[in-house]
């Protein structure tokens, strides 16, 4: 617990609610009779509405970005290293926005809510949601909240992939995206790793199909599973090293009996508290979100024409030790993007903690992003400059 | 925000004299993207920098010029072919590893190129050299030769015999001091007395 919130923290934050009970069609087809979005804002929304940011989450996150909740929360959002008062997303200037997607299981609409169609809750049933279908209620969030048009789109890996889709689904709407950590398209090895974290969760006997809740059970072993293979391609081999090496944290390593060496406890650690607070069919959802996200399908498989239509200005960062979504991924988004005479700006920041990097505070990282932003943070306090550099 | 430069240091200055409005500018080495800013300012140019220095590349940033962190000697494949109208490329030909490789993919990428660099036939370079033995060091090659990133210093001499075997064709040349102004000796004896060149560069059959 702090003993006093950080003076460049957002401080306490209070979640909020927004309801939609006119029904929402979904890309497969499937339509959700109403929905709730749970989102926060940090900072001040101007006058004439041109500061506000939409921080997307990835496939673990939700709501709650940066601040506390309680003064004696042991840890603050997930992306408060970024967010706050003179950080990169700098609320001084800036009015960010973050919801909980579709499907997720922090208090949005999602397998864990009740079907007002069976009065009993979703599980299995609730619908296949896509990047396309968040961007969608994003959008509509946005329309509630009076943005019509974003300074900027801003996410880490699943979550740059909403940023990108922002761009070509509603090019009017967005003014700069960022894409961190991502990659246009999973490769076969990633819907891979995707594939044994689902194995392992349906494997497990208290899944029941997905109607675990029914039967008073929860899928944890399967679930602390996939979160621990998961946290492996979060990590490059130096950063594991770096931190637990060989060190043993129980038994005996000469006789050979009973030894657990630290990562290991680690990993176990972090897949039992995920699995205690995370729902196993929005896990399989946000999986599936991913391995089917691939804006260039339509276009040809043609990544360049799917962004020849988008107006937004890009930065694209990647960390040199990511390889679940090494920086080859990001520079095909922006090679496309150079193709399709888009303004983008590309770093490849020089970090050993791999994929995980996008939520550590990396010195080169925040004053790149900080550079970024406080030209978007200008543009926004001077509206009709803006696009004046495209 | 750091707005565009009012003013350019002059080799740039010289540089943005030859780039045509609107054009489509690559800029190889791009350092805090001076030139992109003032082109972008000026004359409307649309531009793209390559660099590999962190802190520059966060320069380009801070000034709304658009950086690609990427190695001139493996990221030029990326460009398509006719991509640009120019490419250009500073004082950097002597730090890659193959310059008649990135010679050819500028004018790939682009029908003109513009390239300057420093004269290692510089009589002082030359003097130096032939009285104390040992390898030049000066205001425009500061490093020691083992620990120097150029490593493919030329002459003006050496430059051009390199395009007449690329079918390069020289448009314009500028030679200039160490404070890029021109003089009379560098005009009249330019592989002696010049200390920096601009090149302006197009496709031999094109030109």
Same mark, same amino acid.
């Given at each position: 617990?702090?003993?006093?919130?950080?003076?460049?923290?957002?401080?306490?934050?209070?979640?909020?609610?927004?309801?939609?009970?006119?029904?929402?069609?979904? $890309?497969?087809?499937?339509?959700?009779?109403?929905?709730?979005?749970?989102?926060?804002?940090?900072?001040?929304?101007?006058?004439?509405?041109? &500061?506000?940011?939409?921080?997307?989450?990835?496939?673990?996150?939700?709501?709650?970005?940066?601040?506390?909740?309680?003064?004696?929360?042991?840890?603050?959002?997930?992306?408060?290293?970024?967010?706050?008062?003179?950080?990169?997303?700098?609320?001084?200037?800036?009015?960010?926005?973050?919801?909980?997607?579709?499907?997720?299981?922090?208090?949005?609409?999602?397998?864990?809510?009740?079907?007002?169609?069976?009065?009993?809750?979703?599980?299995?049933?609730?619908?296949?949601?896509?990047?396309?279908?968040?961007?969608?209620?994003?959008?509509?969030?946005?329309?509630?909240?009076?943005?019509?048009?974003?300074?900027? $789109?801003?996410?880490?890996?699943?979550?740059?992939?909403?940023?990108?889709?922002?761009?070509?689904?509603?090019?009017?709407? $967005?003014?700069?995206?960022?894409?961190?950590?991502?990659?246009?398209?999973?490769?076969?090895?990633?819907?891979?790793? &995707?594939?044994?974290?689902?194995?392992?969760?349906?494997?497990?006997?208290?899944?029941?199909?997905?109607?675990?809740?029914?039967?008073?059970?929860?899928?944890?072993?399967?679930?602390?599973?996939?979160?621990?293979?998961?946290?492996?391609?979060?990590?490059?081999?130096?950063?594991?090293?770096?931190?637990?090496?060989?060190? $043993?944290?129980?038994?005996?390593?000469?006789?050979?009996?009973?030894?657990?060496?630290?990562?290991?406890?680690?990993?176990?650690?972090?897949?039992?508290?995920?699995?205690?607070?995370?729902?196993? &069919?929005?896990?399989?959802?946000?999986?599936?979100?991913?391995?089917?996200?691939?804006?260039?399908?339509?276009?040809?498989?043609?990544?360049?024409?799917?962004?020849?239509?988008?107006?937004?200005?890009?930065?694209?960062?990647?960390?040199?030790?990511?390889?679940?979504?090494?920086?080859?991924?990001?520079?095909?988004?922006?090679?496309?993007?150079?193709?399709?005479?888009?303004?983008?700006?590309?770093?490849?920041?020089?970090?050993?903690?791999?994929?995980?990097?996008?939520?550590?505070?990396?010195?080169?990282?925040?004053?790149?992003?900080?550079?970024?932003?406080?030209?978007?943070?200008?543009?926004?306090?001077?509206?009709?400059?803006?696009?004046?550099?495209? | 925000?750091?707005?565009?430069?009012?003013?350019?240091?002059?080799?740039?200055?010289?540089?943005?004299?030859?780039?045509?409005?609107?054009?489509?500018?690559?800029? +190889?080495?791009?350092?805090?993207?001076?030139? +992109?800013?003032?082109?972008?300012?000026?004359?409307?140019?649309?531009?793209?920098?390559?660099? %590999?220095?962190?802190?520059?590349?966060?320069?380009?940033?801070?000034?709304?010029?658009?950086?690609?962190?990427?190695?001139?000697? !493996?990221?030029?494949?990326?460009?398509? !072919?006719?991509?640009?109208?120019?490419?250009?490329?500073?004082?950097?030909?002597?730090?890659?590893?193959?310059?008649?490789?990135?010679?050819?993919?500028?004018?790939?990428?682009?029908?003109?190129?513009?390239? !300057?660099?420093?004269?290692?036939?510089?009589?002082?370079?030359?003097?130096?050299?032939?009285?104390?033995?040992?390898?030049?060091?000066?205001?425009? +090659?500061?490093?020691?030769?083992?620990?120097?990133?150029?490593?493919?210093?030329?002459?003006?001499?050496?430059?051009?015999?390199?395009?007449?075997?690329?079918?390069?064709?020289? !448009?314009?040349?500028?030679?200039?001091?160490?404070?890029?102004?021109?003089?009379?000796?560098?005009?009249?004896?330019?592989?002696?007395?010049?200390? %920096?060149?601009?090149?302006? +560069?197009?496709?031999?059959?094109?030109?």
């Amino acid at each position: 617990m702090p003993a006093a919130l950080p003076d460049d923290s957002v401080g306490i934050v209070v979640p909020q609610l927004a309801r939609f009970d006119d029904p929402f069609e979904l $890309v497969c087809g499937a339509s959700l009779p109403s929905h709730e979005l749970v989102y926060e804002t940090y900072g001040t929304l101007n006058e004439a509405g041109t &500061n506000a940011v939409l921080v997307c989450h990835a496939l673990s996150g939700h709501h709650h970005a940066a601040g506390y909740h309680a003064p004696d929360d042991r840890k603050p959002g997930w992306w408060d290293v970024c967010i706050g008062p003179g950080k990169p997303i700098d609320t001084n200037r800036l009015f960010v926005v973050a919801c909980n997607n579709l499907g997720g299981c922090h208090g949005s609409t999602g397998p864990a809510s009740m079907n007002p169609a069976t009065g009993r809750v979703y599980g299995p049933d609730f619908p296949v949601v896509t990047v396309r279908d968040w961007v969608r209620s994003q959008a509509r969030l946005a329309d509630r909240l009076g943005i019509r048009r974003w300074a900027a $789109v801003i996410g880490g890996s699943l979550g740059g992939m909403q940023a990108m889709q922002w761009a070509i689904d509603f090019p009017e709407r $967005v003014g700069h995206v960022v894409t961190i950590a991502s990659a246009p398209r999973l490769s076969a090895q990633n819907i891979a790793f &995707n594939e044994i974290a689902r194995q392992a969760i349906q494997a497990d006997p208290g899944f029941h199909g997905g109607r675990y809740l029914d039967h008073g059970t929860l899928p944890r072993e399967g679930l602390m599973l996939a979160r621990m293979l998961g946290h492996v391609t979060y990590q490059s081999d130096d950063g594991l090293r770096e931190k637990f090496g060989r060190a $043993v944290r129980s038994g005996n390593l000469d006789m050979a009996r009973d030894v657990q060496f630290q990562v290991e406890s680690y990993l176990h650690y972090q897949g039992r508290s995920f699995s205690e607070r995370f729902d196993a &069919n929005t896990y399989l959802l946000m999986t599936r979100a991913l391995d089917y996200f691939d804006p260039a399908r339509e276009f040809g498989d043609d990544l360049t024409a799917a962004f020849a239509t988008t107006r937004a200005s890009w930065l694209v960062l990647s960390f040199s030790t990511d390889w679940r979504f090494a920086s080859d991924r990001s520079r095909e988004i922006v090679r496309a993007l150079i193709r399709a005479r888009r303004n983008v700006s590309y770093a490849d920041v020089d970090a050993p903690q791999g994929h995980d990097a996008f939520l550590l505070p990396v010195p080169r990282y925040l004053a790149i992003l900080d550079a970024y932003l406080s030209r978007v943070a200008d543009e926004a306090e001077a509206p009709a400059r803006t696009g004046a550099a495209a | 925000m750091n707005p565009p430069p009012r003013t350019l240091r002059a080799d740039l200055r010289l540089i943005a004299d030859m780039v045509r409005e609107q054009a489509r500018v690559l800029d +190889l080495g791009c350092g805090d993207g001076a030139l +992109l800013s003032w082109l972008q300012a000026h004359r409307g140019v649309i531009g793209y920098g390559l660099e %590999i220095d962190p802190e520059k590349i966060t320069a380009c940033v801070g000034r709304g010029v658009n950086v690609i962190e990427r190695d001139i000697d !493996t990221g030029l494949a990326d460009f398509e !072919t006719d991509a640009f109208d120019l490419v250009v490329m500073t004082e950097t030909l002597q730090a890659v590893r193959n310059p008649g490789e990135v010679l050819d993919a500028m004018l790939r990428i682009a029908p003109d190129a513009i390239v !300057t660099f420093p004269n290692f036939g510089h009589w002082r370079c030359r003097l130096h050299l032939a009285t104390r033995g040992t390898m030049p060091v000066a205001r425009h +090659l500061p490093h020691a030769w083992y620990d120097t990133p150029n490593i493919h210093l030329c002459t003006f001499a050496d430059f051009e015999a390199l395009c007449r075997e690329r079918r390069v064709a020289i !448009t314009q040349r500028i030679v200039v001091d160490a404070a890029y102004r021109p003089t009379r000796l560098g005009d009249a004896v330019p592989n002696l007395f010049g200390t %920096i060149a601009i090149y302006g +560069l197009r496709r031999e059959a094109d030109a």
